[in-house]
T-cell receptor, first 117, second 115 residues
Framework: GAVVSQHPSWVICKSGTSVKIECRSL??????MFWYRQFPKQSLMLMAT?????????EQGVEKDKFLINHASLTLSTLTVTSAHPEDSSFYIC?????????????FGNGTRLTVT | EDQVTQSPEALRLQEGESSSLNCSYT??????LFWYRQDPGKGPEFLFT???AGEEKEKERLKATLTKKESFLHITAPKPEDSATYLC????????????????FGGGTRVLVKP
């Protein structure tokens, strides 16, 4: 099956600093990757769609200047949380489809637990 | 806007006690309904894709079914290792605003199977 790798698995940072999270598709190329956010005991909320070679598409209410997304290659997307604050503490998960077929599932990384102190 | 509602929110079962999870959805032009399993601190793991009303998929003790308005995930004779959160998600129609193959998730059902 398709494998999506995320790094780091957890990170603790101080308020005001920036944190970068990497998402890699290990055995397939992904022109599009999706970044989700999950609060404790809640479901996944789509933050943005990462498009290889072009600008990311952000969901309504997500600050694009705070959550910087770069999709520099067909196997790597990064999410940078800039000037992090405690309310940014959450579980961030990336995903990608192996292909563009309508019934192609998203495969998820194992997530990054961000704690901002 | 696509909407997905899962019930119940939580389910406690005895080992061997079969049950069903419900996923109700509202989407104009369904391009797929997906079931995932999520263990604590992990990303969701893909289980099934359903597309057409009447379609069924099975994997070990799990069976997913689909109607025009809802999907069910049946757990037959569950074991403790089936304890997890089960997530349902839909993929709506392609549109200018829609982000490609994104999925909209329901709130999930937390299943605990006791030995």
């Amino acid at each position: 099956g398709a494998v999506v790798s995320q790094h780091p698995s957890w990170v603790i940072c101080k308020s005001g600093t920036s944190v970068k999270i990497e998402c890699r598709s290990l055995d397939f190329q992904a022109t599009t990757m999706f970044w989700y956010r999950q609060f404790p005991k809640q479901s996944l909320m789509l933050m943005a769609t990462s498009n290889e070679g072009s600008k990311a598409t952000y969901e309504q209410g997500v600050e694009k200047d705070k959550f910087l997304i770069n999709h520099a290659s067909l196997t790597l997307s990064t999410l940078t949380v800039t000037s992090a604050h405690p309310e940014d503490s959450s579980f961030y998960i990336c995903s990608a489809s192996r292909d563009r077929a309508y019934n192609s599932p998203l495969h998820f990384g194992n997530g990054t637990r961000l704690t901002v102190t | 806007e696509d909407q997905v509602t899962q019930s119940p929110e939580a389910l406690r079962l005895q080992e061997g006690e079969s049950s069903s999870l419900n996923c109700s959805y509202t989407v104009s032009g369904l391009r797929g309904l997906f079931w995932y399993r999520q263990d604590p601190g992990k990303g969701p793991e893909f289980l099934f894709t359903l597309y057409s009303a009447g379609e069924e998929k099975e994997k070990e003790r799990l069976k997913a079914t689909l109607t025009k308005k809802e999907s069910f995930l049946h757990i037959t004779a569950p074991k403790p290792e089936d304890s997890a959160t089960y997530l349902c998600a839909v993929r709506g129609p392609v549109s200018i605003k829609a982000a490609g193959n994104k999925l909209t998730f329901g709130g999930g059902t937390r299943v605990l199977v006791k030995p």
